[in-house]
């Protein structure tokens, strides 16, 4: 039975993450204590084997200390991942004052309240299979990426993401990869407004000679999934970026999701397709 654990900074999604497990199927509590983890785990597992999706976060903070213990609990019965989840500190604040909810900590002000959880749950980051940073995510986008994790049975993935350099590379990614050599459709007038996502511009992209930057890529990207799957990760997050993220860096995901599928399950994101284009 396969059982995925929530954990991050209030306010970084995790009832957005929780719930769109709960509609693809699992099983959801939310902060329940880790010694309770595998008693319930047991009881589902009697009744046919559902999805179990628990959540952990500094409102129990007398409970941090047993996570490990249930953590352990529940891989040695099944398929078990932790997905942490943070977000700066300006997007925290402005969900904060957007909800008008008051932190679980509330010791002093936000910011020295995000500053205290960070610190008490960094244990629990260094423990994470995934951490995904929602900062540049909606609630949908979210919701979304959570469901290509872990709303599919595939024993690995393989998430990819496209990114504008001038706009900063997404800080969730093990793997960042720099495509800017690769010919850049900008600075042709009948491809500049277009994506990557077309054939025209992809062609353009993988024109003059740029094989042979792209190949060795490709099987970087490879050697990189397979050593992470060796070690017992259960998903990978490669980030592609060129200047604006709508031309280069969109191209190659968009081959490279076709040409490394036989790797697990692979899901795509364009974070900065929709943003003003960058030469």
Not at 81 to 89: T, W
Request: one cysteine or more; proline letters at 5%.
């Amino acid at each position: 039975m396969r059982c995925v654990v929530i954990s991050g900074l209030s306010g970084a999604g995790k009832r957005t993450a929780l719930q769109s497990l709960e509609e693809a199927g699992y099983f959801v509590t939310d902060n329940l204590p880790p010694p309770l983890w595998g008693p319930l785990y047991r009881i589902l597992e009697e009744e046919g084997g559902l999805r179990l999706a628990v959540s952990i976060d500094g409102r129990t903070q007398r409970f941090l200390k047993d996570l490990p213990a249930g953590l352990a609990q529940l891989r040695e019965r099944g398929r078990t991942e932790l997905l942490y989840l943070e977000a700066g500190d300006e997007v925290l604040l402005r969900r904060y004052n957007l909800t008008r909810r008051s932190h679980p900590l509330g010791d002093s002000s936000l910011l020295v309240d995000f500053e205290q959880e960070r610190h008490m749950l960094a244990p629990l980051r260094e423990l994470a299979d995934t951490v995904l940073d929602t900062t540049e995510l909606s609630a949908q986008q979210l919701g979304q990426r959570v469901l290509e994790l872990y709303g599919q049975d595939a024993e690995f993935t393989l998430s990819m993401i496209s990114f504008g350099f001038k706009f900063g590379p997404p800080r969730d990614a093990d793997l960042v990869l720099d495509v800017r050599s690769l010919p850049n459709p900008y600075y042709l007038p009948q491809l500049k407004e277009r994506s990557g996502l077309e054939a025209e511009v992809a062609a353009y992209v993988f024109g003059r000679g740029a094989q042979d930057l792209y190949l060795p890529l490709r099987d970087f990207v490879r050697r990189s999934c397979q050593a992470a799957r060796a070690e017992g990760r259960r998903s990978y997050t490669v980030a592609v970026g060129c200047t604006g993220g709508r031309h280069r860096s969109v191209a190659v995901c968009e081959r490279l999701r076709s040409e490394v599928s036989d790797l697990g399950y692979v899901s795509v994101h364009h974070r900065d397709l929709d943003r003003e284009g960058a030469p």
